[in-house]
């Protein structure tokens, strides 16, 4: 479902992403039977959004650009004296 | 980088790194669920955490942990469902570490990561022998 979700994010004018992709978000997290599924929104430097799931996190940054891989990807730190995504050089940009 | 990941990107070399395929997988897959259950202690407290997280001390515990198939066994089998399931020896070896309850969300990254493992790692090898 993430997966689609991206794809579809993706399609969106970059400007809007960040916003479809917090709904879509908040679908998956609603919808999800399996088990339950949780992403949790952090803020991230330059304007950029962050969502942090189990395993792995999506960033979309202020020109929309989207990016997404493991945990590790991300690095934690201060974001304007809160936690937040400083740095996510460790993810993959979603062409 | 991180201020409050301790030493985040040497954890994550130290997992690539490691030879055996199992406990490489295994220790990469607790680091990344540590990060996640820890970004979601940063999401319901109301402050900045005073004590950082040592990720490369978590990543040696988790890959001595790991070296220990019997535990890394009974983890496979899915016996450790809840957090009150999961033996002493993860909750003893993380408590001079990091916070009591901290412990308990690392010690169930270990046993959730077995589970990972256990997709990633036990499917590939009967794949390739096809």
Not at chain 1, 4 to 14: C, D, G, M
Not at chain 2, 12 to 33: G, H, M, P, W
Not at chain 2, 95 to 111: D, L
Request: with cysteine; proline share 5%.
């Amino acid at each position: 479902m993430l997966q689609e979700a991206i794809s579809t994010v993706r399609r969106a004018p970059p400007t809007e992403r960040a916003e479809l992709m917090e709904s879509y978000i908040q679908k998956i997290e609603q919808t999800a039977t399996e088990e339950p599924w949780k992403a949790t929104r952090l803020p991230a430097v330059q304007g950029a959004s962050a969502w942090c799931g189990k395993t792995h996190s999506v960033v979309i940054d202020a020109q929309g650009n989207i990016f997404k891989g493991s945990n590790d990807g991300i690095a934690v730190g201060r974001v304007d004296g809160r936690p937040g995504v400083s740095a996510w050089s460790g993810l993959k940009s979603v062409p | 980088m991180s201020d409050f990941f301790l030493r985040q990107e040497q954890a994550k070399s130290y997992a690539n790194a490691i030879s055996d395929d199992s406990e490489r997988v295994f220790t990469q897959a607790a680091l990344c669920r540590a990060i996640g259950f820890l970004v979601q202690d940063l999401e319901s407290s109301s402050h900045f955490p005073e004590c950082p997280f040592d990720l490369l001390k978590f990543v040696h515990s988790v890959h001595a942990l790991v070296k220990d198939k019997k535990l890394v066994n009974d983890a496979l089998s899915g016996k450790y469902k809840n957090f009150e399931d999961i033996p002493d020896i993860f909750l003893t070896r993380f408590a001079n570490e990091a916070p009591a309850t901290s412990g308990r969300a690392f010690a169930f990254c270990g046993a959730d990561s077995a589970r990972v493992f256990e997709r990633d790692c036990r499917v590939k090898p009967a794949a390739a022998r096809r």
